[in-house]
């Protein structure tokens, strides 16, 4: 099941830059995605998410970016602090948030101080 | 700030045995979940749970799993027979309409 893709297994950046985190899907009946985070041992904490109707939707230090036509989002991370550092979910869902998400296989980030 | 709960953190368990993993959902939350992660794989949607009936299940949800909310707080999902290939974590998940699902920290089941 390749519905939702992080083509990315791990992505390290310096403390203060910005990291952006990619994620693409196939499915065209998905209208909202999410992103989760997670540390060792615990599970996937919310992050973020948009809506198919919008393009951009930032929450303090966190953005996310949907390009519909090419079935693409990217999370950016603006300053990346070395507490940002764990493995970092895209997941989709259609119609609502009722609904069951699919998951990408998850970016590993690594904030080096 | 509220959260979900899961017990046991760890379970271990025969192959063939039955076993039940709880979770507690967030109190006022409508929508349960079940997802479970195999080691190296993604994380993948087991069943949803909606108004005291199950409202979709995956592949994965054959007639060996079983979801109960016994008790108006407690959410449990209960494998029958279990088979090595269950052994996994296991992720409980809830929200309210139109909220984001909220995850607990997870079940590791592991099948001997």
């Known amino acids: 099941d390749q519905q939702v893709k992080q083509n990315s297994p791990s992505l390290s950046v310096q403390e203060g830059r910005i990291s952006i985190l990619n994620c693409d899907y196939t499915?065209?009946?998905?209208?909202?995605f999410l992103w989760y985070k997670k540390y060792p041992a615990e599970g996937p904490t919310f992050l973020i998410s948009i809506s198919s109707i919008k393009d951009k939707n930032e929450d303090g230090r966190f953005t996310v970016f949907l390009n519909k036509s090419a079935k693409h989002l990217s999370l950016h991370i603006v300053p990346s602090q070395p507490g940002d550092s764990a493995v970092y979910f895209c997941?989709?869902?259609?119609?609502?948030?009722?609904?069951?998400?699919?998951f990408g296989a998850g970016t590993i980030l690594r904030v080096k101080s | 700030e509220p959260e979900v709960t899961q017990t046991p953190s760890h379970q271990v368990t025969q192959m063939g045995q039955e076993v039940i993993l709880r979770c507690v959902p967030i109190s006022n939350h409508l929508y349960f979940y079940w997802y479970r992660q195999i080691l190296g794989q993604k994380v993948e949607f087991l069943v949803s749970f909606y108004n005291n009936e199950i409202s979709e299940k995956s592949e994965i949800f054959d007639d060996q799993f079983s979801v109960e909310r016994p008790d108006g707080s407690n959410f449990t999902l209960k494998i029958r027979s279990t088979k090595l290939e269950d052994s996994a974590m296991y992720f409980c998940a809830s929200c309210r309409d139109n909220q984001p699902q909220h995850f607990g920290d997870g079940t590791r089941l592991s099948i001997l």
């Open positions: 997941a989709a869902s259609d119609m609502e948030y009722g609904n069951k998400l699919v």
């Open positions: 499915n065209s009946m998905f209208d909202y």
